[in-house]
């Protein structure tokens, strides 16, 4: 009877780690900004050895902004992308993810182009990217919406403590 309770408990802790780790994909939403929208400004440079000036940036969500992108890499092309369900790694290119906005091509250096994004009401988070063939492994990172930066791990901490209770039951 001890070890189908163990097993029982450790079935259902299993679970719940499952679907605590089970990362939350973005809700198909409008990212336009409305026709004469009030905007806060942000800028994302590229800089030399192939990576961004900043990494993560935590914005407010329902707010719009004007996303600044400036290649300062005189010696590259860069661009960027943001999506909302992917990270560097995840794929090679950009089909069936969740597409933000980003620059159409590359940007020459000392060049900037203009981004308009709406973030939405609730906690999320996006990534961004260059998407340049061999740039994506230094130029990456992600916008944080919202002030919960960890919205997508909290699940690991909780599986290990749910097991440390099952390995604890008499």
């Not at 408990?9 to 929208?37: H, K, N, R, W």
């Not at 916008?143 to 901490?157: C, D, K, L, M, W």
Request: overall charge negative; aromatic content about 12%; some cysteine.
């Amino acid at each position: 009877f001890n070890i189908m309770k163990k097993s029982i408990i450790a079935a259902l802790l299993i679970g719940s780690f499952f679907m605590v780790m089970t990362p939350s994909v973005v809700v198909a939403q409008d990212y336009t900004c409305a026709e004469g929208e009030e905007t806060d400004t942000l800028t994302i440079k590229a800089i030399a050895g192939m990576k961004f000036d900043v990494d993560e940036i935590t914005v407010t969500p329902d707010t719009c902004y004007k996303v600044v992108f400036t290649n300062d890499d005189t010696d590259n092309l860069h661009n960027i992308k943001v999506t909302g369900d992917r990270a560097y790694g995840e794929a090679d290119d950009d089909s069936g993810f969740n597409f933000i906005a980003g620059t159409e091509d590359g940007i020459d250096g000392g060049e900037s182009e203009t981004l308009y994004i709406k973030m939405p009401a609730t906690e999320a988070k996006y990534y961004f990217y260059c998407t340049i063939p061999n740039h994506e492994a230094t130029m990456n990172g992600a916008f944080y919406v919202g002030a919960n930066s960890e919205a997508e791990t909290p699940g690991f901490g909780l599986a290990i403590a749910f097991l440390g209770l099952v390995a604890a039951i008499p």
